[in-house]
């Protein structure tokens, strides 16, 4: 099994510190975005081929996503599943949740009480583009890890989708690890 660890959008860096090495063999997909709408869309093929290029054929996956990149998890797990890749669970570390029909980030937001200000790098119209959904998903349990309080409400509305959710303490990789390993095993 391997853990990718799937950046915020807008070709922002995965930021847990020290998760390189509570993990065992998790994987860094570099995700460049051109600042070309459509985004998500983009993001998701993106993440899809560096999946490939970093973990190989059938090898079985956990997805840990997070910021902007949580409400494409569902999105990267089907292109994981047509690839023939298992995945054994999903992790949404600081991130609104996805949900059903076409939200926009800014719905998604509004919906889950998020206050999070806009990015510097953010293109025109980032907020307000329609973001896939994956009716089937989720396929596989499902984890959210609370380290910054203003994502308490998704956190929250997870809990009550009956995933497993943890506040991290002052060990956020170390946390992001346990759950990883509660949620396959």
Request: proline letters at 12%; a negative charge.
């Amino acid at each position: 099994m391997i853990t990718v660890l799937l950046p915020p959008t807008l070709g922002a860096r995965f930021s847990l510190p020290g998760v390189a090495d509570a993990l065992p063999a998790p994987v860094f997909p570099e995700i460049v975005d051109d600042g070309t709408a459509p985004h998500a869309a983009r993001y998701v093929a993106r993440a899809s081929l560096e999946i490939s290029r970093l973990v190989g054929d059938r090898t079985p996956v956990v997805l840990v996503a997070e910021g902007d990149s949580g409400p494409l998890l569902g999105a990267v797990g089907a292109a994981q599943r047509s690839a023939h890749r298992p995945v054994l669970g999903y992790v949404l570390v600081d991130a609104p949740l996805p949900q059903p029909g076409s939200p926009t980030r800014a719905d998604l937001a509004r919906n889950q009480m998020i206050e999070v200000p806009a990015r510097a790098n953010e293109p025109a119209a980032y907020r307000t583009e329609r973001l896939p959904t994956v009716p089937d998903w989720p396929d596989a349990p499902c984890g959210y890890l609370l380290t910054d309080s203003a994502y308490a409400h998704p956190a929250h509305l997870a809990g009550m989708r009956g995933w497993t959710v943890r506040e991290a303490g002052g060990r956020p990789s170390r946390d992001l690890a346990e759950l990883v390993a509660d949620l396959v095993s």
